[in-house]
């Protein structure tokens, strides 16, 4: 199996910390350059129509794009460790967790990021009053997981799953690109420290 990937970005940073926590071996990463554009060269193109990485690639040709579809992929291959959940109401936890953390933060400091960043204005057709929206929505979900994570030690219990893994590439990405600071959200600086601490943080 081959896993394009960027060091930089986050998306293929949830797949690599769950390779990393699976412990799998037979995955070739190939590094795309975003800055340069090659994301969207016909060659990249013809592998993952998207034009976004990650995207794993398989023996047969088959390509599957998005990082959670990826990673379930990985988890059926992988069963163990479980990071998806053991019983249905595990399943249905760990599920609205990553769910809403990429949908009600990531999405808008991924935005506002967007948007707002200078260094991101090659990349995107920045609308300025959009981005301080989003930044206003993403600031509000951070107020609301900090809440959230002060109920466990984990994002959806009291082990780590792949919720974590969403939280945590959210997290150390965003916050500190969109000019925010985790000191305003202990809860979330306490979750990112555990992170921290397991050896997939660095994969
Ligand atoms: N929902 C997708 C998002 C993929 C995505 O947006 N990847 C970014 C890097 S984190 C990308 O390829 N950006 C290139 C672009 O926006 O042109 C996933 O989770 O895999």
Redesign the pocket.
């Known amino acids: 199996m081959k896993l394009y990937n ?1 060091e930089m ?4 940073r ?1 797949v690599r910390m769950f390779i990393a926590e699976k412990n799998i071996s037979d995955i070739e990463i190939i590094n795309i350059d ?1 800055m340069s554009g090659e ?2 060269s016909p060659e990249y193109r013809a592998i993952a129509p998207n ?4 995207a794993l690639e398989l023996e047969d040709g088959t390509v599957i ?4 579809a990826i990673c379930r992929y990985l988890e059926s291959l992988y069963p163990e460790p479980n990071l998806f959940g053991e019983n249905p109401i595990e399943i249905a936890s760990i599920e609205m967790w990553q769910a809403r953390i990429y949908n009600e933060l990531m999405i808008p400091l991924a935005m506002a990021f967007r948007h707002l960043h200078p260094g991101m204005s090659e ?1 995107e057709i920045q609308n300025k009053d959009y981005g301080e929206t989003q930044k206003t929505i993403g600031i509000k979900s951070l107020k609301y997981f900090d809440a959230a994570l002060a109920e466990a030690e984990f994002v959806a219990g009291d082990r780590f799953t792949f919720a974590d893994i969403q939280m945590i590439t959210t997290t150390d990405f965003f916050i500190g690109l969109n000019r925010l600071t985790l000191e305003d959200y202990p809860e979330i600086k306490r979750h990112s420290k555990l992170m921290s601490e397991r050896s997939s943080f660095s994969a």
């Not at 034009?51 to 990650?54: K, L, N, T, V």
Request: glycine share 0%.
């Open positions: 960027n970005a986050n998306s293929p949830k975003l994301h969207k034009s976004r990485i990650p794009m998005e990082s959670t990349m």
